[in-house]
């Protein structure tokens, strides 16, 4: 499908999460923005995927053929990843390296006892890691020819072992990809119809366990993906549907069916991003994306996203360029129970199916959602009343699982699971702050997902923070995110060799990768006015293990200026230390047209639509329950208050005032700090 950027009228956004299908329709000639909620098809994202679609463009009241742009976020690459259903997958590398993926790092994660702790089996045992002659040295010169002998042999292993993909990964292919480039060419023509990808394609930088890791995850999730991408284009033409699909990335951009085919691990992580960029242009904010299963925790200064090769998914580093965040097992389907006698609560979820008790789906297990609705935390009904919510099976959940076991009240146990988990998150807020050299309350929290307006001022107040805003529709914010996203794309290389900065060696590799993007974008359609791209530079002292990015500037010296300016605001300390220049990095970009903000008429004050019995650590009171759809801007109430809307419940709790923006965005501020 071709992904040519028409003047569009209709773009419509669909992301998929755990729980909640979320969709956005904007139609930029009036400015209208349609918005709807569905419940996730796991063992099918695509029929959430159409349904969702169907939702919104019924409440517009237009049809599927009239769409000129279709934006999608999934997390179908995380999933393979994170629970193993990848492709049966070989590993082909140089002579000597079969255990590159075996030997891995001597990092431990950060909670685990390191006394107890036991390496986790990698995605491709030794046994289908297979060998080729070869030898590239680390300035790119030959030093053993390629024995395509021994790639035949090779690829006569992948037959007989069964095998659905295939990863290569050479020692130094980033100096010098020839030799992969001809292994690929051989394997593709002995194993048709067996996924072949190479780090050339995936990740052209140095370190050889991050870089085989990270090719043999795109071939992990080469078939499903690329299966997954088919099945949506087919339903979309079902549909008649003939514009552009564009795919979610990792980094904060989108990219065409063909690029995600190609690379399908940019996808990972990708639904979180969309929420970031949805949140940007707010300088000094952390942002808060919590849904039915995770937690998604990130910070931005001065309005910008900071983008980080040290990302991981699950266990394992991914070490592609994505939005700069921690992810941690906590959400509205997290599930509560004893564990030899300690409450615990996560990361395990309820999920879609059954989901929390209080969904009447037939779920047992007491989560956090069921949790609020036993302290009056949520209406009688989501979604705009199409779900319905069972408060007795919350209630008899809390008490069976929690309550009766610990000798406390229904409310209590809740309160003790809101607690519980509301620490868990406030620990991923630290990393992505105090851990980093920012203090917490300098900044404004942004919660959002189904469940990030629930816990807002909770996690503020855990924080010290004096302001929280709620985004006009912080339950589909990442399908909002899809809407303002541009296309990109990263192009890498790895100097054939680190050290001091060699500006024509720079220069030359620069130009290369400019290339690249030019041909990215042009294969992506994009008229040459809306082309952008941006350098960055990855540096470090000698000796050190890690870069830093900078951007990057034609002088040596100001570069180095940037890097240690950098290294100090990061780690608060720059050496008197030869600086090296490690990686350099061409950001290629694809302006999209952004949706327009809208400006709420003025209110007049908006009267609560009833009062809900909600309950507190200091007692049960009568809360005002408001429609946010009746809120104008510079309207203003008092906590404690219940907001709903279609997307998201906002609990505002006591001492905290809400005021209206005309944006549409509330901004909550403590009595004591407003």
Known sequence: MSTVLPKTSLAIAVDIGGTFTDI?????????????????????????????????????????????????????????????????????????????????????????????????????????????????????????????????????????????????????????????????????????????????????????????????????????????????????????????????????????????????????????????????????????????????????????????????????????????????????????????????????????????????????????????????????????????????????????????????????????VLAIIDNHMVGALRIVSVERGHDPRDFTLVPFGGAGPLHGCALAELLGITRVLIPPAPGVLCADGLLAADLKADFSRTLPKAGPIDLSAARAIYDELGRQADDWLTAEQVAPGDRHQSRIALLRYHGQGGEVAVGWIDDAGQVEAAFAEAHEGLYGFALDAPVELVTLRTEATGRMPPPPRQVLAAGTGSAPEGRLAVHFASGMTQAPLFNRAGFGGGDRFAGPAIISQLDATTLVLPNWMGEVHPSGAILLTTKTGA
């Open 24 to 416: 956005a329709l904007h139609d930029s000639d009036s400015g209208r923005i349609w918005r709807a909620k569905t419940p996730s098809v796991p063992s099918d994202p695509s029929q959430a995927f159409l349904t969702g679609i169907r939702l919104a463009l019924d409440e517009a009241g237009h049809t599927a053929p009239s769409l000129q742009r279709v934006l999608h976020g999934t997390t179908v690459a995380t999933n393979m990843i994170l629970e193993g259903k990848g492709a049966r997958t070989a590993l082909v590398t140089t002579e000597g390296f079969r255990h590159v993926l075996a030997i891995g790092r001597q990092d431990i994660p950060r909670h685990a006892n390191y006394l107890a702790w036991i390496k986790p089996a990698r995605p491709v045992p030794a046994s289908r890691v297979l060998e080729v002659r070869e030898r590239i040295g680390a300035g790119g010169v030959v030093i053993e020819p390629l024995d395509e002998a021994s790639v035949k042999a090779a690829a006569d292993a992948c037959h007989a072992l069964g095998v659905e993909a295939v990863a290569v990964c050479l020692l130094h292919s980033f100096a010098n990809p020839a030799h992969e480039q001809r292994v690929m060419d051989i394997l593709r023509e002995a194993l048709p119809g067996i996924a072949v990808t190479a780090s050339t394609d995936v990740l052209p930088v140095v370190r050889e366990y991050e870089r085989s890791l990270a090719t043999v995850l795109n071939a992990v999730v080469m078939p499903g993906v690329s299966t997954y991408v088919s099945r949506l284009e087919d339903r979309l033409a079902e549909e008649k549907v003939t514009a552009p699909l564009l795919f979610m990335q990792s980094n904060g951009g989108v990219a065409g069916g063909a690029t995600i085919r190609r690379a399908p691990a940019l996808t990972a992580l990708s639904g979180p991003a969309a929420g970031v960029v949805a949140a940007c242009g707010i300088a000094d904010i952390i942002t808060a994306d919590i849904g039915g299963t995770s937690a998604d925790i990130c910070l931005i200064k001065d309005g910008k996203i900071s983008l980080t090769q040290r990302g991981h998914v699950g266990e394992w580093p991914l070490p592609l360029p994505m939005v700069d965040m921690v992810t941690i097992g906590a959400g509205g389907g997290s599930i509560a129970r004893l564990s030899a006698g300690a409450l615990t609560v996560g990361p395990q979820s309820a999920g879609a199916d059954p989901g929390p008790a209080a969904y009447g789906r037939g779920g047992e297990e007491a989560t956090v959602t069921d949790a609020h609705v036993v302290l009056g935390h949520l209406p009688a009904s989501l979604l705009g009343g199409r779900m319905a919510l069972d408060a007795a099976a919350a209630r008899r959940a809390i008490e069976r699982q929690v309550a009766t076991p610990l000798g406390l009240s229904a409310e209590a146990a809740a309160r003790g």
